[in-house]
């Protein structure tokens, strides 16, 4: 599947583009977390929605929501993706103090989602069709709070195992103007499944972008920056351009892109530089042990693939051919 080409940049030499691949943490819609009975409402008292297994206390052991399973495999059907029948939960190794089991609970080499696509709506009518690479199910972390002493932090685990869906794209958006289109249908899509609330402002859906450019013309990949939690679609835009401008600067003056990962300051307009390649982590991902992989019968995927709402594409096509519309 090729991408739809998108704005070149002018550089000082000459003409740029942009290769843009995204990771999107959409929360799961579910009334408890991934593997525990405790709330997901948002909001609460401090520490007001936490179990023990979310509080990692000794000897707690995760059982897992099939509600949350099933709103993953739904979205998958909905982005047109292939469903693995069998799938594992990992460990993501790694001490940070909003997450007290000291490793979160992922899916890394049988995500429970592959391949599928997203079709986006362009300027003038246009579409372009983006892949995507996998979906898998993971939890989410706890909060720390900053600003309630002048010398304490504290911690806020209301969130902490909360299920999160992580979509990844290919890398084939082609400018800033493709990954708004791109963010703006996947949501769009969560929403008509019911699977997501897509309220970027809570944080309910937030990207990972990932930017390189190469010259216009060639094929292979650039060096890419990753541009951490964006939960703002115009921010994400403005972001990518700044950041596709940086990385041309630096290769027309004969320097060389440092993969590393970046953050977005919207009050100046810049990303600034987070941590780079050298300081990534190597998380010692391992099968959890404390639960079976995931398996469907196609019997079971193909009874939520005919209770599916329609969903925008289907319904645009409907009204075309049955209203006539443009
Ligand atoms: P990681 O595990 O380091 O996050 P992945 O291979 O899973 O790396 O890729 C993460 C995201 O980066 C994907 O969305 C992918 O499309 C995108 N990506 C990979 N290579 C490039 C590149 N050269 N330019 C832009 N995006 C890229
Ligand atoms: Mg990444």
């Not at 440092?258 to 953050?263: A, S, V, Y």
Request: hydrophobic fraction near 35%; charged fraction near 25%.
């Amino acid at each position: 599947m090729s991408a739809a080409s998108g704005k070149l940049i002018k550089g000082a030499t000459g003409d740029w583009e942009t290769v843009i691949g995204l990771e999107v943490h959409a929360q799961v819609t579910s009334n408890s977390k991934l593997f525990s009975g405790a709330s997901t409402e948002f909001g609460g008292e401090p520490n007001s929605h936490v179990s023990l297994v979310d509080a990692a206390m000794p000897g707690m052991l995760p059982v897992i929501n099939e509600e949350c399973v099933r709103q993953a495999v739904r979205t998958g059907l909905g982005l047109n993706a292939k469903i693995n029948l069998r799938s594992v939960f990992d460990r993501k190794n790694y001490f940070y103090p909003d997450s007290p089991q000291g490793y979160q609970i992922s899916q890394y080499l049988s995500p429970v989602v592959g391949e599928g696509e997203v079709v986006l709506e362009l300027d003038g009518g246009k579409t372009a069709t983006v892949g995507i690479e996998r979906l898998h199910l993971e939890q989410d972390a706890g909060k720390l709070l900053h600003d309630r002493s002048p010398n304490l932090s504290y911690v806020d685990l209301n969130r902490c195992g909360v299920a999160l869906m992580e979509i990844v794209s290919k890398p084939e958006i082609r400018d800033a103007e493709q990954a708004k289109a791109y963010v703006t249908k996947l949501r769009s899509i969560l929403r008509y499944l019911g699977t997501c609330d897509g309220d970027m402002e809570k944080g309910s859906l937030r990207a990972d972008v990932n930017v390189s450019v190469r010259r216009a013309g060639t094929t292979e990949l650039g060096t890419r920056c990753e541009i951490k939690n964006m939960n703002s679609i115009s921010f994400m835009g403005d972001a990518i351009e700044y950041e596709a401008r940086r990385q041309i600067e630096i290769i027309e003056d004969g320097g060389s892109i440092d993969q590393e990962t970046r953050l977005y300051d919207p009050g100046k307009g810049e990303t600034r530089s987070m941590r780079s390649k050298e300081e990534a982590h190597d998380y010692r991902y391992f099968p959890d042990p404390d639960l079976l992989p995931l398996e469907f019968s196609e019997a079971w995927v193909a009874g939520i693939k005919a209770g599916l709402p329609e969903l925008p594409d289907q319904k645009k096509a409907r009204f075309i051919a049955d209203f006539g519309l443009s």
